[in-house]
């Protein structure tokens, strides 16, 4: 993500700069040391995320803040402050930041996971700005339908309507309703979860591959959809980690698939004292210049499905094999999809 730091303290800067190069998602940093300035680089290189220090020259106590707002009301504004407390801390989020931090003590685990809430506030503002004009479409359709059957000899028993896009209408109306609280959820998750699991057992992969196929293929794939294995062992593990992942795994396979009949394919062989469990797609594949970003909180590609998701399931899955001190890559597969392998040591 990219980054606007704004702080009149060349020493907190400093600072600052060192903590968010220890920070996964930070690609590049911007440094502003004016409110004017940090205004012009707001508008000229549309940062991610704005990190402004709660005092700077020439702007009183929120004022900051609101020039930031007005410029664009949808980026995460975290503010930081040398000396302030927790009540200047739940003043500033009632204000409109998108996140507080002191600077003393502040460590990079810390600010990583104020910037991906950050972000999930930001990414919610504007799921909530866009479903709310879904709302309004959608009841000016129902409204339309409703007039329509009316009119119609169907429509002879009060409230009762056979329209198709009548009752589909209401569905999408429901479905939209649930998304920024799911999206929040994932954040929240996401951002407890860090340190390296102790949760070990014995883990039957071929049930546990069967159970995240069933779920996915409940939840994205159609009736054409199929998810395959070959032989998988029972190996010592974290069971919960293994289930997120490949439910995550399986469910993208499926979801962001225009094959006419979607197939996951999942594998698994040891290397060197390493699980490598494979999840093979008959997709449109990723392209390499997002086989890294496809892991960032937030970051979701449109494919030629039409699906797109909520932005955090590689996210989460990554994270997750991580704790099992390994990783995932992604790979080009031979028929043209994706290969997504999860790597993490044997015990």
């Known amino acids: 993500m990219k980054i606007l730091l704004v702080d009149d303290s060349p020493a907190d800067r400093a600072l600052l700069q060192r903590l968010l190069k220890k920070c996964a998602a930070t690609t590049a940093v911007q440094e502003a040391h004016t409110i004017a300035n940090a205004l012009r680089h707001l508008i000229q290189s549309k940062p991610d995320v704005v990190l402004l220090d709660y005092r700077m020259p020439g702007i009183a106590d929120f004022e900051g803040l609101d020039l930031v707002r007005n410029i664009d009301t949808l980026i995460p504004v975290i503010l930081i402050s040398g000396f302030g407390d927790r009540r200047l801390g739940a003043t500033a989020l009632s204000a409109g930041a998108d996140g507080y931090l002191q600077k003393d003590g502040l460590t990079a685990q810390a600010l990583e996971n104020t910037l991906t809430i950050a972000q999930g506030k930001s990414e919610a503002r504007r799921r909530l700005a866009q479903e709310q004009r879904h709302r309004e479409d959608i009841a000016q359709e129902i409204s339309a339908d409703r007039d329509h059957s009316n009119r119609t000899p169907h429509a ?71 998810v ?120």
């Open 156 to 226: 002879l028993l009060p409230g009762v309507t056979h329209n198709k896009a009548f009752e589909q209408n209401c569905d999408d109306l429901i479905k939209s309703a649930g998304g920024v609280t799911e999206l929040m959820k994932k954040v929240a998750y996401f951002v407890r979860t860090g340190s390296k699991t102790d949760q070990q057992g014995l883990v039957d992969l071929e049930h546990l591959v069967a159970e995240a196929a069933a779920t996915s293929r409940r939840l994205y794939g159609g009736t054409e959809s199929t």
């Open 228 to 347: 395959t294995f070959g032989k998988l062992p029972i190996i010592n593990s974290d069971r919960l980690l293994l289930q997120q992942i490949a439910e995550n795994l399986i469910s993208n396979g499926l979801k962001h698939n225009d094959h006419d009949n979607p197939n996951v394919f999942v594998s698994y062989t040891q290397q060197d004292r390493q699980h490598c469990l494979a999840f093979q797609d008959n997709g449109a594949g990723v392209a390499p210049q997002y086989r890294e970003r496809i892991f960032r909180p937030f970051f979701r590609l449109t494919d030629q499905s039409g699906s797109m998701g909520a932005g955090m399931g590689l996210a989460i899955s990554q994270r997750n094999a991580h704790r099992l001190g390994g990783g995932i890559s992604v790979y080009t597969a031979p028929n043209g999809g994706s290969i997504f392998m999860l790597q993490f040591p044997a015990q």
